[in-house]
């Protein structure tokens, strides 16, 4: 049995044997590491650490900053095998996938944000008889709270850029998923970060979570789940007046017309609904095609999907892993159940399955729905899994609408090669992101987020530096 600890203070604390919590691998079903229960006190410890840490980390050189994170990266690198192998016994996901994304990923985060503080500027506005200028400065203590689906990615996606701009940080991963993030305590300590400044606290949502959102020294929450949790943490920082950067839930339409590159777009169609058994907030869920093509994608579309290979994420071949726990398996093959209830007809999958030596694993397969109304649950609540409905359009007007039907609004993908029409359907498409011609293209630079239900803030290059300091201006008369 693993012991996976908390990082407090540049140090691991043991495990208090009455305080823990058991963790699964979702490829076969057992517990394979406890992890601290944390509550109120450890919460307590952390920030205190963190705010003994932060004038000193506060006042070192953008040089210095650079170079310990631009160290962990490197030793994200080189650990990539031990760490692509943690991620997809924890997460249930391939191992090429961890090996090829999620891991080289978090060492890309941490080089990103070494290299964008370097290049982060502030504002000067003159005037007739007098000059302004901003400073930024790091807010302080600083909160993160990071999901299962991309457990390494997006804990250090938001680490990175707080450390960066001078912050220090208690962040907790999902206790769904905590084995990546223990490890990478582990790399900071051998990279020399200095005690308090990243503390790595594990725990329960409700418990560990809700401590660090309420905490009164904390002045910031980043926080990225769903879109319910994303609201309480909201209720309670906004009457606190803390910042918050909320990334949540999505209901993200894929458009298709018929003027497409039609290989390209059902190979990547192919990614954007199932990849990382369709836990990724920017999976395509509802597919809108257009008439005419809608008969030939189907059939297409089936027969390919009918040939991933579902099953243990460690042995080759596989293309679709487990799904993270036995309780969002069982919320997905309630939402296909919903689905089929609702009229809709199962088209391929719809089912559990048990690959063999496997069999209390959580498979599920891919699966496709059709005949559905836009305005049915399924085609309006978050799923999450590797599960997507299709449904023909007949023009652009209606595609658009059908698109923005959806109290969410994350991402859209777009398939068309008609150049004015790309910028006539972005502009309109109510999504914080809109790719076109292409899924899940990332250019860490660009601002990341939702709208609507999706999200609050933007991450990503200098709006995530934004958030995580607080401007001054300065106005000088001469
Ligand atoms: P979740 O909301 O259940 O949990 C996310 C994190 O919040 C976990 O660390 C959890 O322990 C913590 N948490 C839970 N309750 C809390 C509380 N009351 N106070 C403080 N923290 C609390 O989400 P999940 O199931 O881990 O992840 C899946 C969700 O994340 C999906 O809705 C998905 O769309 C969303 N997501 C969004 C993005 C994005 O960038 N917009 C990216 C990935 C995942």
Redesign the pocket.
Known sequence: MEEILNYIDGVLIPLDSEKTLDVYNPSNGHVYARIPHSDTSDIEKAVQAAKRAFPKWSATSINERHDILSKIADLIDKNLDLLAEAESRDNGKPLWLSKKVDIPRGSDNMRFFANAITQFSSESHEMQGAINYTIREPLGVIGT??????PLY?FTWKIAPALAAGNTVVA?????TPLTAFLFSKLCIEAGLPPGVLNVVHG???TA??AI?KHRDVKAISF????R?GK??ASIAAPEFKKLSL????KNPNVIFADCDYDQMLKTTLNSSFSNQGQI?LCGSRILIERSMYDRFKADFIARTKEMKVGDPFANGTRIGAMVSKVHMEKVLFCIQLAKEEGGKILTGGNRIFPEGKEEGYYIEPTIIEGLPADCRTNQE?I?GPVVTIMPFDTEEEAIALANDSDYG?SCTLWTSDVSRTHRVSKKIHSGIVWVNTWLHRDLRTPFG?MKN??IGREGGFEALRFFTEPKNVCIKY
């Open positions: 709270i990071s999901p299962w689906n991309l997006l907790k991963p999902s206790e769904v329960l949502g409700h979570g809700a959102v990225t789940g769903s879109t949790v309480e943490i990334e949540m839930g999505g907030c978050e999450f994350l939702g999706s999200g």
